[in-house]
């Protein structure tokens, strides 16, 4: 870490294989985690050498470019990805050893060219749309899409490991019609001469509401990190932990009349003569402006204490009055983390801007220095028992 941070993201790795297990002991199949958009803000590498750590089978990212710095960070485990543009350079996912995403006879025929071109053999998993209507092949497309694979493990030029789909979480029924299509390409495949290896349907939602949706493997994102996807279920109910502890620190101090307008507009006026203390994070950061004046707190010495005015670009105020005696330039404020250890959850944020976790997570800037902290493997259930 650059000495000096004012603004950091503790990763902490124990909660990261604490959930990966806890999804592999949950569905009893391979468990792919996925790390796009650099780990869902935790970053991708810490993640992916955590999941791995935990018997992960495949980490996922959406574009090669992504999978590619992986590579380039050194982690050297099986990567898959699915997102492509028409320029992506599918030779350089042979060279890497990356397993490609197909939705499209066109990829299909790249990437066979692709390792024909380098002697070697690509490795694909079919992505079949069976109703989200975002990428993956359409149903029409299957038949000669599922040949043409056939033909190019023939002539030992593409394996495919697997087939796969999106669920679009629309409810149980709409679900089970997309498992009932999804079941049709793989029998369709099978027909073709493919038996694959790994069958997957189910991302977070699913994985925990929805066994018999679970098929041979999972693919899981938010709930790696340790958050719940759903809107009436915390993690704790699920037996996950937040792995993101997003903190800073007290950079000024002072004390101020009542009548005193706060940050821009004056939005906030103290009622009271109070203690503002000022850190160092904003809006760049991916703290969003429109938390002004929503109620949204952080923890100040081990107290919530409430975010006043309107947020920064580079910094934001919280009221600290009731502390003012016992804090010091440099103490440490937490955002967001584990509720379990006292901190605001980070679906306190995501609740007041009526959007979900995801959102918020992934939005982390890069001016915010992630740092993995390492320890013993953690035990939710021991955790409470030992509060208790």
């Known amino acids: 870490?650059?000495?000096?941070?004012?603004?950091?993201?503790?990763?902490?790795?124990?909660?990261?294989?604490?959930?990966?297990?806890?999804?592999?002991?949950?569905?009893?199949?391979?468990?792919?985690?996925?790390?796009?958009?650099?780990?869902?803000?935790?970053?991708?590498?810490?993640?992916?050498?955590?999941?791995?750590?935990?018997?992960?089978?495949?980490?996922?990212?959406a574009d090669l470019e992504e999978a590619l710095a992986l590579r380039d960070a050194g982690v050297t485990g099986p990567l898959l990805c699915w997102l492509h543009g028409v320029r992506a350079d599918f030779g350089e996912a042979v060279d890497a050893g990356i397993e490609?995403?197909?939705?499209?006879?066109?990829?299909?025929?790249?990437?066979?060219?692709?390792?024909?071109?380098?002697?070697?053999q690509a490795v694909a998993q079919l992505k079949v749309d069976t109703g989200l209507s975002r990428n993956g092949s359409c149903p029409d497309?299957?038949?000669?899409?599922f040949a043409r694979a056939a033909e190019l493990e023939a002539e030992g030029l593409v394996r495919v490991r697997g087939i796969f789909s999106h669920l679009a979480n629309a409810g149980d029924e709409a679900d089970r019609a997309q498992a009932t299509r999804f079941d049709e390409a793989?029998?369709?495949?099978?027909?073709?001469?493919?038996?694959?290896?790994?069958?997957?349907?189910?991302?977070?939602?699913?994985?925990?509401?929805?066994?018999?949706?679970?098929?041979?493997?999972?693919?899981?994102?938010?709930?790696?990190?340790?958050?719940?996807?759903?809107?009436?279920?915390t993690?704790?109910?699920?037996?996950?932990?937040?792995?993101?502890t997003l903190r800073s620190e007290i950079?000024?101090?002072r004390g101020v009349p009542a009548g005193t307008?706060?940050?821009?507009?004056?939005?906030?006026?103290?009622?009271?003569?109070?203690?503002?203390?000022?850190?160092?994070?904003?809006?760049a950061d991916g703290m969003p402006r429109a938390l002004n004046g929503s109620g949204a707190w952080v923890t100040v010495a081990g107290e919530p204490r409430p975010i006043v005015g309107?947020?920064?670009?580079?910094?934001?105020i919280i009221d600290v009055g009731p502390l003012a005696g016992r804090l010091s330039l440099g103490d440490p404020v937490v955002l967001f983390g584990d509720p379990e250890q006292g901190y605001p959850p980070v679906e306190i944020w995501s609740g007041l801007m009526r959007t979900i976790n995801y959102e918020i997570i992934a939005s982390i800037g890069p001016r915010v220095i992630r740092v993995p902290i390492d320890g013993p493997d953690r035990n939710p259930a021991a955790d409470a028992e030992a509060r208790a």
């Not at 569905?27 to 018997?55: L, M, R």
């Not at 490609?100 to 070697?120: D, K, M, N, P, Y």
């Not at 203390?277 to 904003?282: D, K, Q, T």
Request: glycine share 10%; aromatic share 6%.
């Open 251 to 253: 950079i000024a101090l």
């Open 235 to 244: 993690s704790a109910q699920l037996g996950l932990i937040p792995a993101m």
């Open 1 to 61: 870490m650059r000495s000096g941070s004012m603004r950091v993201a503790e990763i902490s790795l124990p909660a990261i294989r604490h959930n990966v297990r806890r999804v592999r002991e949950l569905t009893g199949g391979a468990v792919i985690v996925v790390v796009k958009a650099g780990g869902y803000g935790h970053g991708a590498a810490i993640t992916a050498n955590a999941a791995f750590a935990a018997g992960a089978t495949i980490v996922a990212t």
């Open 261 to 283: 307008g706060v940050s821009y507009g004056f939005n906030h006026v103290c009622e009271a003569a109070t203690t503002l203390a000022l850190v160092p994070m904003g809006y």
């Open 186 to 233: 793989i029998e369709l495949l099978r027909q073709a001469g493919i038996d694959p290896e790994l069958r997957h349907l189910a991302a977070s939602a699913a994985t925990f509401s929805s066994p018999h949706l679970h098929y041979n493997a999972v693919r899981v994102g938010v709930t790696a990190y340790g958050l719940s996807p759903f809107a009436d279920k």
């Open 310 to 316: 309107r947020i920064g670009m580079d910094q934001f």
């Open 141 to 145: 497309d299957w038949p000669v899409i």
């Open 100 to 120: 490609i995403g197909v939705s499209t006879l066109e990829q299909l025929e790249r990437l066979g060219a692709a390792a024909a071109e380098r002697g070697s």
